[in-house]
């Protein structure tokens, strides 16, 4: 059974800083690109970033590039987000997403699987 399950979110104050982290189970974690996507209230869901199934690619929404780092490690069927330097437009909830044999996709309908979601609140 595949779980791909978020931590991290949380309350934080303008200019802050905090670490998302998504742990997978009953994959095969390194033959999955993985993927973060935010959806704020009212609001479709959008592509935050991506990373290859290896790691050495990762994408960037145009929003987030600079402030945001997609980073995997294989051994923990771990990725984790990165975010700093955030904002009240980052506000979101956050969930993660495995793409199997994927690139690293912008594209949700290529995601295989998808985690539940954490929230993430960014106060002015």
């Known amino acids: 059974q595949v779980q791909l399950v978020e931590s991290g979110g949380g309350l934080v104050q303008t200019g802050g800083s905090l670490r998302l982290s998504c742990a997978a189970s009953g994959v095969t974690f390194s033959s999955y690109a993985m993927g973060w996507f935010r959806q704020a209230p009212g609001r479709e869901r959008e592509f935050v970033g991506a990373?290859?199934?290896?790691?050495?690619?990762?994408y960037y929404a145009e929003s987030v590039k600079g402030r945001f780092t997609i980073s995997r490690d294989n051994a923990k069927n771990t990725v984790y987000l990165q975010m700093n330097s955030l904002k009240p437009e980052d506000t979101a909830v956050y969930t993660c997403?495995?793409?199997?044999w994927g690139l690293g996709s912008v594209n949700a309908d290529r995601y295989d699987y998808w985690g539940q979601g954490t929230q993430v609140t960014v106060s002015s």
């Open positions: 997403a495995a793409d199997l």
């Open positions: 990373i290859s199934r290896s790691g050495p690619s990762t």
